[in-house]
């Protein structure tokens, strides 16, 4: 795969979810944040299944071990999204999981994925900075919002570690591991709609469409993107692209009318500097020893 190419397709995926924070953030108002989950991946496992159902015969212990692990990160993503966007906006969700940035580094270096390097601890600096300043210096209104953010965010790159570490272990047809690891999530949840259901005074075409956006094409379409190219991208840029969604979620935001606060602006600024920082240093690099020679 060319790496141009695949760099393209990661980057479809950031403008999918900035997109989908602000559907979901619209629906889970009205609507249980795990019954809407529920629905969200088992739309996405039927709209993969066709897919996967040629390669079931590669299933056996190790595809059930890795596709069982990422469903697991996958689906503590997406349902501390869901329950964070009850109080959270768009941009303020997106903002948590810009800060995966923080714990990448970190988790690489531990599962022996990538070594540790001093620009990483730079960018860890930078992302610290930028919750200080979203928050006014103070953690004291951080809330069960701020916590579920967090947890989404830590998800996401325990997710990109492992995706990371799957493809060199695991042989198995990525479209075969994306299917499985969202039908386990959806099977997890199946509590929720034995529980709860979509009242009937709520408009059931606006929810069932973010449902069917959400399932077929932020969850399906994005993780498929994502298990088939990021091994041509790399770990730490893949997740610099995924972090764009934090320009993306504000500006369908703002459309959404949804506040936005100067502190927030400048904190999302310097999150996405933190995200983009090991790049920008290397792109610094060449462009000093070009100079010199």
């Known amino acids: 795969m060319n790496n141009k190419k695949a760099t393209l397709f990661i980057f479809i995926v950031p403008i999918v979810w900035g997109l989908g924070f602000t559907l979901t953030h619209n629906a889970v108002i009205v609507v249980n944040p795990g019954l809407f989950t529920f629905y969200r ?22 595809v059930l071990f890795w596709a069982f692990t990422l469903g697991l990160l996958t689906l503590s993503s997406v349902l501390c999204q869901a329950f964070a966007l009850m109080t959270l906006s768009s941009a303020q969700i997106a903002f948590f999981v810009t800060l995966n940035i923080l714990f990448v580094p970190f988790l690489a270096g531990l599962f022996q994925v990538a070594k540790l390097k001093l620009i990483d601890m730079g960018a860890v600096v ?3 900075i930028s919750v200080l300043i979203t928050f006014g210096g103070t953690l004291g209104n951080f809330g069960v919002g701020g916590l579920l953010g967090l947890g989404a965010s830590l998800s996401i790159a325990l997710s990109i570690v492992t995706v990371s570490i799957m493809v060199k272990k695991c042989s198995a ?26 009242p009937d005074q709520i408009n059931h075409s606006s929810i069932w469409s973010t449902i069917l956006f959400q399932g077929c094409i932020s969850t399906a379409v994005a993780y498929f993107i994502q298990m088939k ?40 600024c310097v999150a996405f500097i933190a995200s983009v920082f090991p790049d920008i240093v290397e792109i610094l690099k060449k462009y000093i020893k070009r100079s010199a020679d």
């Open 229 to 268: 190219f990021q091994r041509d991208v790399g770990t730490t840029k893949t997740a610099l692209i995924l972090n764009l969604d934090l320009f993306f979620a504000g500006i369908f935001g703002l459309i959404n009318g949804e506040a936005l606060s100067t502190a927030q602006i400048i904190g999302g």
């Open 173 to 198: 047809n990525r479209m075969l591991l994306t299917f499985l690891s969202i039908a386990f999530g959806a099977i997890l949840l199946i509590p929720f709609p034995i529980y709860y259901t979509i």
């Open 41 to 62: 991946q088992l739309t996405a496992s039927i709209c993969l299944l066709p897919f996967a159902l040629p390669y079931f015969k590669q299933i056996n212990r190790q």
């Open 126 to 128: 930078i992302g610290i």
